[in-house]
């Protein structure tokens, strides 16, 4: 529901004969509203809050449930109306859903294989879990003419803190938004799946308002690194705790501190 009134001209294809001059008066929102996120959140926010969950602090996407029961928390991560659910007992999970749906129409995707250009492989019998942006990397550099680049060994090349500094003059704006765009990508990518990038990622986007051709090359260095660490994955070893960061093709050669 909307907390204010919004009146709206009526579109083509449903303008009534007659009454050409009248508006509609909005008793909900609609898609492309600029209320619309706002009132969906407070919705979705309240529905939650309802069914017992709680809004996590360090992340507003996330919203936990402790069960009393002894079934474990249950987990829910959202991301507009995209809805993922976790948790150790699967009829907590079913009961949940069906609770959901008496609030909101709503489809069921089965077990989750990819989550917003993330994919996920379980294997329940070892209790691993493994996630990769593959795909999005793959999309990534061919969009950027990368994809048959030469790999590289290390994200940065060595020596490249000489050119990490302030461009004096002035880049073109097709060159800033060029430039902005493959950060934007890299950032993604960095948050998801790829934290060995991160240093290099974090200092390149410093420059993002004035890059300079040094600025420009680094990134794409920083592609190329990508060209052969774009089959990796983050591996999640539920039994010992640890995660894992991985080659699909090779063994394992970095120990990361987590939890699956």
């Known amino acids: 529901m909307l907390d204010e009134e919004i009146y709206m001209e009526q579109p083509q294809g449903f303008i009534t004969t007659g009454k ?52 474990g928390p249950l987990y829910i991560i959202l991301y507009i109306d995209d809805i993922t659910i976790l948790g150790a007992s699967l009829e907590a999970v079913k009961e949940l859903k069906v609770n959901l749906a008496k609030h909101y129409e709503i489809s069921d995707l089965g077990e989750i294989e990819s989550y917003l250009g993330i994919r996920i492989t379980r294997d329940r019998q070892s209790k691993h879990l493994t996630i990769d942006q593959s795909g999005y990397v793959k999309d990534v550099l061919e969009r950027f003419g990368m994809a048959n680049a030469n790999p590289h060994n290390t994200p940065l090349p060595a020596g490249a803190d000489v050119h990490l500094v ?95």
């Open 20 to 71: 050409e001059t009248w508006v509609f008066y909005l008793k909900k929102a609609i898609y492309g509203l600029k209320q619309a996120s706002h009132a969906w959140n407070s919705n979705i926010h309240a529905a939650l809050t309802e069914l017992g969950f709680k809004r996590t602090v360090a992340d507003a996407g996330i919203y936990v449930m402790h069960q009393r029961e002894g079934d």
């Open 166 to 260: 302030k461009y004096d003059l002035q880049a073109s704006v097709s060159d800033i938004k060029h430039y902005q765009s493959l950060i934007v990508s890299l950032l993604y990518v960095q948050i998801g799946t790829c934290p060995d990038i991160s240093f290099a990622v974090s200092c390149l986007a410093q420059y993002a308002a004035n890059p300079s051709p040094n600025h420009l090359r680094l990134v794409q260095y920083v592609l190329s690194y990508l060209v052969g660490t774009m089959d990796m994955c983050l591996c999640y070893n539920g039994t010992t705790g640890e995660g894992l960061y991985i080659s699909k093709t090779r063994p394992c050669c970095l120990v990361l501190d987590g939890e699956p």
